[in-house]
C-alpha cells in the first residue's frame, strides 16, 4: 500500500481544522455562559449543586440568543465531531489499530480524568459553600471520570462527558473498519449509514413497549440509537479525508456527504429523541456548512486568539462547566453580572491553559513515545489470525488473510 500525502505541506491543508476547534469550543462555552446559566438557571442547579438565582440577567445574554433558532451548543458539538471524523483517518493511515487506540487513549483520557478531577473537587466545594449534601456515590464519580458511565445509566456530573462517550465508541469503530478508511471504500462507509437508519427505524417501534416492560433493553436503545446517529455524522468528516487524500472525487464528496446527513437526519426523525430533532438537525446542518466553506478555503487566516484557543479547545471544553456555573453563581452574591461573565471565561482560559501545559501536551507526547514502541504490533490481526487457525483447524471455512499495515515512523 503506498503512502499518502495530503500535499507538500499537510499541515498547511488541515489548519483549518485545528482553527475550527477554537470556533467549536468557543461555541460550546457561549451557550453554557451566556445562555443555560442565565436562561436555565434550573440545569446550573441540578449540575453544581448551587442555589437558585433569579436576579438581572445581562443584556448580552438577549443579544446573543437572539435568534431562537441558533443553539450555540449544537452547532459546536457538530463542529467537534465533524472535526474528529475528518483528522481521525490521518491516525490511522499512521498507526496499527493498537497503535491507533494508544495514541488516543493517551489524547484523551489523561486531560479529561485531570479535567474531571477540577470539576470534582469543585463540586465539592459547591456543596460546602450552599451547604447542600454531595448528590453523587463514589460508584457514580468513578464512572463519570472513566467515561463508562453511559454504560451504567450514571447521571452525567459535568454535563459534557457524553460527547466524549460518543468519540470512544467512534475510535473503536474506527479501529475495527480501519482497512475500509484507509482504502476509501466509501460504499462500505455509506452502507454503515444504512445500518444505523435500520437499527433506529427497527427499534423506535418498540422503544415505548420497551420503556415499561424492560428499562435495561430501552437503555441499549437509547445508547444505540444515540451513538448511531452520532458516527453517522461523524463519517462525514471521514467523507472529507478521503477527498483531501485524492481518493474520492468532488461529486462523489458531495453525494456521500449528503447522503450521510439525510441518513443523519432520518435517525433523529425517527429516534426516541425526535421532539429535539428539528433544532438538532439544523444547527449539526450549519456547522456542516462552516465546515464547508472553511474546507473549500483552506487559505483563508483566523485571529491568533481563536489559534490559541483552538490550542487549549479540549480542556477549555472539559473544564469550564462546573468551573464557571458554581464560581459565576457564587460572585453574583458580589459583583455584578457582566464581571461574573469575565470570571467564567478567564477562568476557565486559565484552568485550561495550565492543563494544556501540564496534561495535555506532556500526555500526548508520551502516547505517540508509546505508540512507537508497539510498531508492527497489531493485536487485532494477531486475534483474527488465531481464530483463523483455529477455525481451520476444527474444519470450519478458513478466513481470509488480514492485510497488516505497513509500519510509518509517527
Same mark, same amino acid.
Given at each position: 500500500?503506498?503512502?499518502?500525502?495530503?500535499?507538500?505541506?499537510?499541515?498547511?491543508?488541515?489548519?483549518?481544522?485545528?482553527?475550527?476547534?477554537?470556533?467549536?469550543?468557543?461555541?460550546?462555552?457561549?451557550?453554557?455562559?451566556?445562555?443555560?446559566?442565565?436562561?436555565?438557571?434550573?440545569?446550573?442547579?441540578?449540575?453544581?449543586?448551587?442555589?437558585?438565582?433569579?436576579?438581572?440577567?445581562?443584556?448580552?445574554?438577549?443579544?446573543?440568543?437572539?435568534?431562537?433558532?441558533?443553539?450555540?451548543?449544537?452547532?459546536?458539538?457538530?463542529?467537534?465531531?465533524?472535526?474528529?471524523?475528518?483528522?481521525?483517518?490521518?491516525?490511522?493511515?499512521?498507526?496499527?489499530?493498537?497503535?491507533?487506540?494508544?495514541?488516543?487513549?493517551?489524547?484523551?483520557?489523561?486531560?479529561?480524568?485531570?479535567?474531571?478531577?477540577?470539576?470534582?473537587?469543585?463540586?465539592?466545594?459547591?456543596?460546602?459553600?450552599?451547604?447542600? $449534601?454531595?448528590? !453523587? *456515590?463514589?460508584?457514580?464519580?468513578?464512572?463519570? /471520570? =472513566?467515561? +463508562?458511565?453511559?454504560? &451504567?445509566?450514571?447521571?452525567?456530573?459535568?454535563?459534557?462527558?457524553?460527547?466524549?462517550?460518543?468519540?470512544?465508541?467512534?475510535?473503536?469503530?474506527?479501529?475495527?473498519?480501519?482497512?475500509?478508511?484507509?482504502?476509501?471504500?466509501?460504499?462500505?462507509?455509506?452502507?454503515?449509514?444504512?445500518?444505523?437508519?435500520?437499527?433506529?427505524?427497527?427499534?423506535?417501534?418498540?422503544?415505548?413497549?420497551?420503556?415499561?416492560?424492560?428499562?435495561?433493553?430501552?437503555?441499549?436503545?437509547?445508547?444505540?440509537?444515540?451513538?448511531?446517529?452520532?458516527?453517522?455524522?461523524?463519517?462525514?468528516?471521514?467523507?472529507?479525508?478521503?477527498?483531501?487524500?485524492?481518493?474520492?472525487?468532488?461529486?462523489?464528496?458531495?453525494?456521500?456527504?449528503?447522503?450521510?446527513?439525510?441518513?443523519?437526519?432520518?435517525?433523529?426523525?425517527?429516534?426516541?429523541?425526535? $421532539?429535539?430533532? !428539528? *433544532?438538532?438537525?439544523?444547527?449539526?446542518?450549519? /456547522? =456542516?456548512? +462552516?465546515?464547508?466553506? &472553511?474546507?473549500?478555503?483552506?487559505?483563508?487566516?483566523?485571529?491568533?486568539?481563536?489559534?490559541?484557543?483552538?490550542?487549549?479547545?479540549?480542556?477549555?471544553?472539559?473544564?469550564?462547566?462546573?468551573?464557571?456555573?458554581?464560581?459565576?453563581?457564587?460572585?453574583?452574591?458580589?459583583?455584578?453580572?457582566?464581571?461574573?461573565?469575565?470570571?467564567?471565561?478567564?477562568?476557565?482560559?486559565?484552568?485550561?491553559?495550565?492543563?494544556?501545559?501540564?496534561?495535555?501536551?506532556?500526555?500526548?507526547?508520551?502516547?505517540?513515545?508509546v505508540a512507537r514502541k508497539l510498531e508492527g504490533v497489531d493485536i487485532f490481526a494477531k486475534l483474527l489470525t488465531s481464530l483463523k487457525k483455529t477455525r481451520s483447524v476444527s474444519g470450519s471455512t478458513v478466513l481470509p488473510p488480514v492485510e497488516e499495515l505497513p509500519s510509518k515512523e509517527v
Amino acid at each position: 500500500m503506498k503512502k499518502f500525502t495530503t500535499s507538500s505541506n499537510p499541515a498547511q491543508r488541515i489548519e483549518f481544522a485545528h482553527n475550527l476547534r477554537g470556533v467549536a469550543a468557543l461555541s460550546v462555552v457561549i451557550c453554557h455562559l451566556l445562555g443555560v446559566f442565565w436562561l436555565n438557571n434550573a440545569a446550573v442547579v441540578s449540575i453544581a449543586n448551587t442555589s437558585i438565582y433569579s436576579g438581572e440577567i445581562p443584556s448580552v445574554v438577549g443579544v446573543v440568543n437572539k435568534f431562537s433558532f441558533f443553539s450555540y451548543g449544537h452547532f459546536g458539538v457538530a463542529l467537534f465531531f465533524l472535526i474528529s471524523g475528518f483528522v481521525i483517518p490521518f491516525s490511522l493511515c499512521k498507526y496499527s489499530r493498537l497503535q491507533f487506540l494508544t495514541a488516543r487513549f493517551f489524547r484523551l483520557y489523561p486531560t479529561y480524568i485531570a479535567g474531571f478531577a477540577i470539576s470534582a473537587a469543585i463540586l465539592y466545594f459547591s456543596s460546602y459553600y450552599f451547604a447542600r $449534601p454531595f448528590p !453523587y *456515590s463514589k460508584e457514580v464519580v468513578t464512572a463519570n /471520570a =472513566l467515561i +463508562v458511565r453511559d454504560l &451504567f445509566w450514571f447521571p452525567s456530573i459535568d454535563g459534557i462527558s457524553w460527547t466524549l462517550e460518543v468519540e470512544i465508541k467512534f475510535y473503536i469503530l474506527c479501529a475495527l473498519i480501519s482497512n475500509l478508511i484507509i482504502k476509501s471504500k466509501i460504499k462500505y462507509i455509506l452502507l454503515l449509514g444504512v445500518i444505523f437508519v435500520l437499527f433506529t427505524g427497527a427499534t423506535s417501534i418498540i422503544a415505548d413497549d420497551l420503556l415499561k416492560s424492560s428499562p435495561a433493553a430501552y437503555r441499549f436503545v437509547y445508547l444505540g440509537q444515540l451513538n448511531f446517529m452520532m458516527i453517522t455524522f461523524m463519517l462525514i468528516g471521514t467523507v472529507f479525508n478521503l477527498h483531501i487524500r485524492d481518493s474520492i472525487d468532488f461529486k462523489t464528496l458531495v453525494f456521500s456527504a449528503g447522503f450521510l446527513l439525510a441518513a443523519f437526519g432520518i435517525q433523529w426523525n425517527l429516534s426516541i429523541m425526535k $421532539p429535539g430533532a !428539528y *433544532s438538532g438537525v439544523l444547527n449539526y446542518s450549519l /456547522a =456542516l456548512g +462552516v465546515f464547508c466553506f &472553511f474546507y473549500m478555503a483552506k487559505n483563508l487566516k483566523f485571529p491568533k486568539p481563536l489559534d490559541m484557543l483552538a490550542d487549549i479547545s479540549y480542556p477549555f471544553y472539559v473544564v469550564h462547566a462546573m468551573y464557571s456555573y458554581v464560581f459565576m453563581r457564587i460572585s453574583l452574591n458580589y459583583v455584578n453580572p457582566y464581571i461574573t461573565i469575565l470570571i467564567g471565561f478567564g477562568g476557565s482560559i486559565i484552568l485550561a491553559a495550565l492543563l494544556h501545559i501540564f496534561i495535555e501536551t506532556p500526555s500526548n507526547n508520551l502516547g505517540k513515545f508509546v505508540a512507537r514502541k508497539l510498531e508492527g504490533v497489531d493485536i487485532f490481526a494477531k486475534l483474527l489470525t488465531s481464530l483463523k487457525k483455529t477455525r481451520s483447524v476444527s474444519g470450519s471455512t478458513v478466513l481470509p488473510p488480514v492485510e497488516e499495515l505497513p509500519s510509518k515512523e509517527v
